[in-house]
């Protein structure tokens, strides 16, 4: 079912024109926009990142490595789904993996800049792109399934948006979150990419569970490298030196081959069964119960 963002009517159509106050979304860039106001930028992420993004990621071995755990995930538990919807698709790097491995599926990316959705334009065939604000999800139980790597993390009020995921899935249906851990992890490397929070375990269980789900698997990951993480954390940085984003990329292939094969190992270990209690990240699997 669409939800109106003006009046709040639950309608049944093809067309987004609310059947009750006659509301319609506007398109920006031939994007339905449902927070326009919101579209070029706000504080949550730097909207240039994007073009540095789409260049990189394709070769970087945490976005690699990131893109075969949700695969996994996935197809281990929600296999059935019939449509999925990705909360802040940025340039669909995830989305194009998840329309590779499962062509049946009927896919919804959404991103709250639209020159995000640009990007991600290029990489999909078939999926429906959304410009739109997390914390006003204009659907109401639609979707089997509602993913968001490495978002919830940026915005504020990440109870509120936990509560939209629910409300906008069918019940039973399933959330895949992923979310930086540890809150002694916090670097500047956090502070660029505008993070409010890095996550406790316990912190996210209690709020999706709060949200009304029940929650499947957690694990982290990226936890074979957390020493690594740790060592670069403590290296002294000479002062007023500008943080550099890019330092994060700038690896030689080799060392992200290595990175890349530690991480494989883990993916097998989890795969097995196996959840780490420390790494740099959370893999959070859950089903809306109420
Ligand atoms: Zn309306």
């Known amino acids: 079912m669409k939800k109106c963002l003006n009046c709040n009517h639950e309608f049944n159509s093809e067309s987004w024109q609310c059947m009750q106050c006659s509301y319609e979304p506007i398109l920006i860039n031939n994007f339905l926009s449902f927070a326009p106001e919101l579209a070029q930028e706000n504080e949550g992420f730097n909207p240039e990142s994007f073009a540095l993004l789409a260049k990189l990621e394709g070769k970087n071995f945490w976005f690699r490595n990131r893109n075969r755990l949700i695969i996994w995930a996935f ?6 789904a019939k449509n999925f919807l990705e909360i802040g698709c940025g340039t669909g790097f995830v989305l194009s993996a998840i329309e590779k491995n499962f062509p049946q599926l009927q896919i919804y990316g959404s991103e709250i800049y639209s020159n995000g959705l640009t990007f991600a334009s290029q990489r999909l065939k078939n999926a429906q792109l959304l410009q739109m604000d997390a914390r006003k999800i204009p659907f109401m139980q639609e979707f089997d399934v509602i993913g968001a790597f490495d978002v919830i993390e940026h915005i504020k009020e ?119 209690s420390f790494g740099g990240s959370l893999l959070l699997i859950a089903v809306k119960v109420k």
């Open 75 to 80: 197809n281990k538990y929600f296999k059935q």
């Open 158 to 276: 990440d109870e509120d948006v936990l509560k939209e995921m629910n409300n906008s899935l069918l019940m039973k249906g399933g959330v895949i979150l992923t979310v930086p851990q540890h809150r002694w992890l916090w670097s500047q490397a956090d502070e660029y990419a505008h993070h409010v929070r890095r996550y406790t375990a316990k912190e996210l269980k209690n709020k999706v569970e709060s949200a009304g789900f029940k929650v499947l698997k957690m694990t982290s990951f990226v936890s074979l490298l957390l020493p690594l993480m740790i060592i670069s954390r403590l290296k002294p940085r000479k002062p007023n030196q500008q943080f550099d984003i890019l330092s994060e990329f700038k690896i030689s292939p080799l060392l992200n081959k290595i990175l890349e094969i530690i991480l494989t190992i883990e993916l097998i270990l989890i795969k097995m069964g196996v959840s780490f």
